[in-house]
C-alpha cells in the first residue's frame, strides 16, 4: 500500500519561508517523478514543481527564482522549499509521485498525499 505523507505547511507573513516534506512508502516498489501541486480554493489544482529521480527539475513560471524542489532518494522523500512567499501562494500544497509497485505488476501510476496547508498573510 502506498502512501505518501507531507509535512511543514503553516501561516508565514509574505516575504517569509516555508520548507515542505513529503515521504513515500510502500512495500517493494520505485519511485519515479517526484513533485507539489497546489489547489487554492475556487481554483485547479496547478503544478508546482517536479522532480525526475534522477534530479532534473522543473517548476511554474510564477514560483521559479523564489521555489526549489529537491529529494533524497534513500529516504524516499521529496522537498519544497519556498522562499519569498507571496499571498497568492496560499493553497493546499499535495505531494506527487509516479510510483511502481511490485503488487501491481511494476505499473506505474500516479499517487496523492493528503496536502498540507499554506497560508500567506500579513
Known amino acids: 500500500q502506498v502512501q505518501l505523507v507531507e509535512s511543514g505547511g503553516g501561516l508565514v507573513q509574505p516575504g517569509g519561508s516555508l520548507r515542505l516534506s513529503c515521504q513515500a512508502s510502500?512495500?517493494?516498489?520505485?519511485?519515479?517523478?517526484m513533485g507539489w501541486y497546489r489547489q487554492a480554493p475556487g481554483k485547479q489544482r496547478e503544478l508546482v514543481a517536479a522532480?525526475?529521480?534522477?534530479?532534473?527539475?522543473n517548476s511554474a513560471d510564477s514560483v521559479k527564482g523564489r521555489f526549489a524542489v529537491s529529494r533524497d532518494n534513500a529516504k524516499n522523500t521529496v522537498n519544497l522549499q519556498m522562499n519569498s512567499l507571496k499571498p497568492e501562494d496560499t493553497a493546499t500544497y499535495y505531494c506527487?509521485?509516479?510510483?511502481?509497485?511490485?503488487?501491481?505488476?511494476?505499473?506505474?501510476?500516479?499517487?496523492w498525499g493528503q496536502g498540507t496547508q499554506v497560508t500567506v498573510s500579513s
Open positions: 506527487n509521485a509516479n510510483i511502481s509497485t511490485a503488487a501491481t505488476g511494476w505499473v506505474s501510476r500516479s499517487y
Open positions: 510502500a512495500s517493494m516498489f520505485r519511485i519515479n517523478a
Open positions: 522532480i525526475t529521480r534522477g534530479g532534473s527539475t
